[in-house]
């Protein structure tokens, strides 16, 4: 879909819902109720389903089957980013009130990430046909790599842009309120400092690119409009922080979801490698993802599975619970 006014119209939209959110709902630092993520789950889904009527009203049934499919896939894969930030905020004990902002500047950082990688992958596509060949063969081999990977720790030492941060600039041992940088007095001097707040961004961003790498092509299985993959990742992303707050106390119980999103991949990467033999009929596609979704989730529910416990360390490692930041005079929170 190449009209400009789409494009425009639906990234001014977005924008000034962002603005409203933080602007307006979260302009103070707070710990989000299950009855305001819930309340914001619904307005996501519905603000979704509404504009998924007007793609059926003013493009037609097949790019609104089109963009309910690929809402569908980015919506099951978020949940795998809840799973991480669940143990990314329990790893470095992020104070409840300050995890919504984390995943706001987050979740705004993966928006513009994912614009870029969705405009290099159509490119891509309509230049050389055959790396749909190279994504389809991607999607099975990371569904079949989800179905037997088990869950481990999060190590930030690991994580290349993690040292690069520190390397870069120091970071403190405290938190300071909501700021992501701090101004403090070392030997003698005002020097600028990263909180733990910053890694933590710093890590959920990097998580996100990952998860990226898998969801953008399973939605190009679904369609090649760039118009319709791009709106049904930023629905599916704008209501992650929601779902987050939603699901984060329970989301161990649905244990059987990451097999069933590992299903979800190979069938989509299957759909792209027999797209030039024989092309699934999106109605199809659209029911046997929402079964395998469901499935998945009654079967966790009726065989529960205690969750593990993860120990929190601090950003060097350590099993230190940050306390509250010191009274002093010399310290000044950017926000």
């Keep these: 879909m190449d009209h400009i006014w789409w494009w425009v119209g639906f990234n001014a939209f977005v924008l000034a819902m962002l ?31 509404t504009f998924n009527y ?23 894969l978020s949940v795998d980013n809840i799973f991480v930030f669940v143990l990314v905020f329990s790893y470095f004990k992020v104070p409840a009130r300050y995890q919504h902002r984390v995943l706001f500047w987050g979740i705004l950082g993966a928006l513009l990430m994912r614009g870029a990688m969705i405009a290099a992958g159509a490119v891509l596509i309509a230049r050389f046909h055959w790396i749909i060949y190279v994504f389809g063969a991607f999607l099975v081999v990371t569904g079949v790599r989800m ?31 909501q ?30 690119l990952i998860f990226a790498l898998d969801s953008i092509p399973a939605v190009f299985a679904v369609t ?59 109605g199809i596609s659209l029911g046997v993802i929402a079964l395998v979704l469901i499935l998945s989730v009654v079967a966790s529910l009726l065989f529960p599975k205690e969750a593990e416990e993860h120990t929190p360390l601090d950003v060097h490692g350590n099993p230190v619970i940050p306390t509250p930041p010191p009274a002093e005079s010399n310290v000044e929170e950017f926000k």
Excluded: C
Aim: no cysteine.
């Design 54 to 76: 007007g793609v059926y009203h003013f493009l037609g049934k097949q790019p609104a089957l089109e963009f309910l499919t690929g809402y569908l896939i980015e919506k099951a």
């Design 179 to 208: 700021g992501f940088f701090i101004r403090r007095e070392v030997d003698g001097r005002m020097r600028t400092m990263a909180t733990p707040l910053f890694v933590v961004l710093v890590l959920v961003e990097t998580t996100d």
């Design 19 to 49: 603005a409203v959110d933080l602007g307006v709902f979260h302009r103070k630092a707070h710990e989000v109720s299950m009855r305001e993520a819930a309340t914001w789950s619904a307005v996501w889904i519905a603000l979704s389903l």
């Design 224 to 282: 090649r409009d760039p118009f319709i993959v791009y709106t049904s990742n930023v629905f599916a992303i704008l209501g992650l922080r929601a779902l987050y707050f939603l699901l984060a106390g329970v989301i161990h119980r649905f244990h059987f979801l990451k097999l069933g999103l590992a299903i979800v991949l190979v069938f989509v990467g299957l759909k792209m490698l027999l797209a030039d033999i024989y092309k699934i009929p999106i």
């Design 147 to 177: 179905a037997f990977h088990t869950e481990h720790d999060i190590e930030p030492d690991a994580n290349p842009v993690i040292r690069l941060v520190r390397r870069l600039i120091p970071v403190a041992d405290n938190y300071y309120g």
